[in-house]
């Protein structure tokens, strides 16, 4: 069965009743999918999974970065392969998070909530103050166990770390999926032209998380279609002052344009930092040797 997705969704009453999976699932990564995937199992209703608009950190004095690991299309994307029946998105404005734990579990009642599936860690409510015991009091609730990896919960604060020091290929293991990062082919100075290699600059759509600037091996969706491709993130400072962060790719033997249009770029792995060269002829012959890194090896 296709699955339905609700955004800006309006608690209503439902007819039937449903089993809830809560959380915010930014990067659906293994720990997320351990949780799913049990709900999924032993759910005795129509299974919903709810996610939030907005990341928490917008509105928590705690330092925590707002960048995100997954857009709603990623993590929409993901959960379609996961047996949910139902992805509902609700705003989380100022109004909800000033909701009282209490109002909160009102609301799941409204929706016809009998049943809960949630992490050991989660937490509802102004302050955070709401626990899964209190759940127990009004739902048949089932708390499943944090996924631990080498004895640390897995965490998607720590997976954002991992994308920040170009550990890309432990990430992608946390998470269970390649990292990726979806956006449009904007218009960019195209010196790559003037380097014998065509790019396109893509501005990511949502606030992911930047890896750390260097080459990366990737693969890049356009159209639906996966292409080995070679990515830049950084500030291009060979040829630029303006320490804009540009993430800029370069696909095996393409050559359409593709202005406006939404691709994805999968991170695999990371070749080498960005580095700023004495000349544009340097420059090239590092590009060149990059791609012959990059294309020569298996994916």
């Known amino acids: 069965m296709k699955l339905k997705r609700f955004d800006q969704f309006n608690p209503v009453e439902n007819k039937e009743p449903i089993s809830i999976v809560l959380g915010y699932f930014d990067g659906i990564h293994l720990g997320h999918q351990y949780l799913i995937k049990n709900a999924v199992k032993n759910a005795k209703f129509t299974t919903v999974l709810m996610t939030f608009s907005k990341p928490f950190a917008l509105f928590l004095d705690n330092q925590k970065s707002p960048a995100i690991l997954t857009s709603l299309d990623d993590r929409f994307r993901i959960v379609s392969r996961m047996g949910i029946d139902s992805f509902y998105v609700l ?24 049943e809960v599936f949630c992490g050991s860690d989660f937490r509802f409510g102004k302050n955070r103050e709401g626990t899964p015991d209190l759940l127990k009091e009004y739902f048949d609730t089932n708390v499943t166990d944090l996924l631990l990896d080498h004895n640390e919960k897995i ?27 979806s956006g449009s082919v904007i218009h960019g100075n195209e010196i790559g032209r003037t380097l014998g290699v065509r790019t396109m600059n893509v501005k990511p759509s949502d606030s992911y998380v930047i890896p750390r600037f260097g080459v990366y091996k990737t693969i890049a969706y356009i159209e639906g279609i996966p292409h080995r491709s070679i990515t830049n993130v950084g500030v291009k400072p060979t040829i630029d002052d303006s320490k804009k962060v540009s993430i800029e790719i370069h696909v095996e033997n393409y050559v359409k344009e593709n202005y406006s249009e939404t691709i994805q770029v999968e991170f695999l792995d990371f070749v080498r930092p960005e580095k700023k060269f004495s000349s544009l002829e340097e ?13 020569g090896s298996t994916y």
């Open 91 to 114: 705003e989380n404005d100022e109004n909800f998070m000033n909701l009282s734990p209490l109002s909160f579990i009102k609301m799941l009642q409204k929706m016809n909530v009998k």
């Open 155 to 181: 965490s998607a604060r720590d997976i954002k770390y991992l994308i920040e020091q170009g550990n890309i290929k432990e990430a992608n293991r946390l998470l269970g999926h390649n990292y990726l990062i």
């Open 283 to 295: 420059l090239q012959k590092q590009i060149e040797s990059d791609i012959r890194f990059v294309f």
